[in-house]
Nanobody, 123 residues
Framework: QVQLVESGGGLVQAGGSLRLSCAAS????????MGWFRQAPGKEREFVAA????????FYADSVKGRFTISTDNAENSVSLQMNSLKPEDTAIYYC????????????????WGQGTQVTVSS
């Protein structure tokens, strides 16, 4: 059973940056694609970014493209999401996920989830 634990969330002003990390209980990143989703109050969970198991390809939602960067650190057994130029609409709980099957932009495709970390962007 893969366990994922997110960290790095917090409160930041619009235009600022945050870096989220997701630590895995085992060497997950060389075996599975990894991803980040987010869920704002009253909204469905939505895809943010994903990275292939090799780390050679990344994918982003249009809303974050050019501002967010997903990366893996196999030495640290973690996947990170660097978030720059944050906007109030980025406010949400951010979730790390692993091992998708099917459409990776849908949350039902992913087998493993972290507990989430809150990101709040003030205007």
């Amino acid at each position: 059973q893969v366990q994922l634990v997110e960290s790095g969330g917090g409160l930041v002003q619009a235009g600022g940056s945050l870096r989220l990390s997701c630590a895995a209980s085992e060497r997950t990143f060389s075996n599975y694609p990894m991803g980040w989703f987010r869920q704002a109050p009253g909204k469905e969970r939505e895809f943010v970014a994903a990275i292939t198991s090799s780390g050679s390809s990344t994918f982003y939602a249009d809303s974050v493209k050019g501002r967010f960067t997903i990366s893996t650190d196999n030495a640290e057994n973690s996947v990170s999401l660097q978030m720059n130029s944050l906007k109030p609409e980025d406010t949400a709980i951010y979730y790390c996920a692993a091992d998708p099957e099917g459409d990776y932009t849908t949350d039902v495709a992913w087998a493993y989830w972290g507990q989430g970390t809150q990101v709040t962007v003030s205007s």
